[in-house]
C-alpha cells in the first residue's frame, strides 16, 4: 500500500515539459555560466593562491563551514517562501508559486531542464560573489568558504531536484554523496513533505534538518512573525507548509516515475 501524504488519493494532469516554466532559455543559461564561474574564480583563488599549510588548513575548514551555511540558509529561504507571500511578491513571487505548485505534485521539480531549475539562484549568487571576490581575492580563507557556500546555494535547487528522483535513475556519484549525507538524502527531504508538513525544510545536505525541527526553530519563528505583525504561515491555516497543497498525494508523487 502507498504510504499517503495526505488522506484522499486525486489524480493530476502531468505538468507540460516543453512550456516557458520548465524549458531553459538562454537568459537561463547566461545566468548559470556566470554565476558558475564567480564560484569558479573563488574556488580556483582558494586552491592555488600561494600559501603555508596552517593557511591551507584554515581554507578547508572554512569551505566546510561555508557548506554548512548554504544548507542552513536554504532551509530558511524554504521556510519563508512555503509559508509567506504570494505569486505577486516582488523579486521572489515566481519561486513561492513554484514551490507552492511542488507541494502539490513533488515530482515536477524534475522535469524542469538544468538552467531553468538554477537560474534564479545563479544571478543571486552572482550579486553575492562579485563583490567578495573583487575585495578579498588574494585572502585563500574567504575565497574558500564564498566558493563552497556560493556553490551549496546556487545549486541546491538541482540538489532538491535529485531528491525527488527514483535512485535507478540517478547517477551513481550523486546517490553514493546522498547516501554518505553531502547531498540531502531521500528519506530526509521526503519528511517535508509528510504530515505535519513544518519541517525538513533545508535542502543542500540537510544536516541543518535534525536541529531546526527539534527544537522547534521555524515555529518558534511563525509565533514571533505573527505577535509582531498578525501574519499567519500557510502551515496553520492550510495544513501544509508548502502553501495550500490541499490535494491528496501519495507516495507515488513524491518521486519522478513514468509521467512523460
Known amino acids: 500500500m502507498p504510504t499517503k501524504l495526505n488522506p484522499t488519493p486525486v489524480l493530476f494532469t502531468p505538468p507540460k515539459t516543453t512550456g516557458p516554466t520548465t524549458k531553459s532559455t ?7 555560466a556566470i554565476g558558475s564561474t564567480t564560484i569558479l574564480f573563488s574556488l580556483t583563488k582558494a586552491i592555488y593562491t600561494p600559501t603555508d599549510s596552517h593557511t591551507r588548513l584554515k581554507t578547508l575548514i572554512a569551505g ?12 530558511i529561504y524554504h521556510w519563508l517562501i512555503d509559508n509567506y507571500g504570494d505569486a505577486s511578491t516582488p523579486f521572489v513571487g515566481s519561486h513561492i508559486e513554484a514551490f507552492q505548485g511542488h507541494h502539490s505534485l513533488p515530482w515536477a521539480i524534475t522535469k524542469r531542464e538544468f538552467a531553468s531549475n538554477l537560474h534564479v539562484g545563479a544571478r543571486v549568487i552572482t550579486y553575492l560573489t562579485v563583490p567578495a571576490n573583487m575585495m578579498w581575492h588574494e585572502n585563500p580563507v574567504v575565497m574558500g568558504f564564498v566558493g563552497v557556500a556560493g556553490g551549496g546555494m546556487m545549486f541546491g535547487s538541482q540538489i532538491h531536484a ?8 540517478l547517477p551513481a556519484v550523486v546517490v553514493a554523496l546522498q547516501d554518505v549525507g ?9 519528511r517535508h513533505h509528510l504530515p505535519p508538513y513544518d519541517g525538513g525544510y533545508c535542502v543542500v545536505s540537510g544536516v541543518w534538518n535534525r536541529v531546526l525541527d527539534e527544537y522547534k526553530v521555524f515555529l518558534g519563528l511563525e509565533k514571533v512573525v505573527f505577535f509582531l505583525f ?5 502551515s496553520w491555516s492550510e495544513g501544509n507548509s508548502g502553501g495550500g497543497a490541499t ?8 518521486f519522478e516515475t513514468s509521467p512523460p
Open 230 to 234: 498578525g501574519v499567519k504561515p500557510r
Open 162 to 169: 535529485w531528491a525527488h528522483v527514483s535512485r535507478g535513475k
Open 182 to 190: 553531502v547531498f540531502v538524502r531521500q528519506s530526509e527531504h521526503a
Open 64 to 75: 566546510f563551514f561555508g557548506y554548512l551555511i548554504a544548507d542552513l540558509i536554504s532551509g
Open 26 to 32: 538562454w537568459f537561463h543559461r547566461a545566468s548559470v
Open 247 to 254: 490535494a491528496a498525494v501519495t507516495a507515488e508523487d513524491y
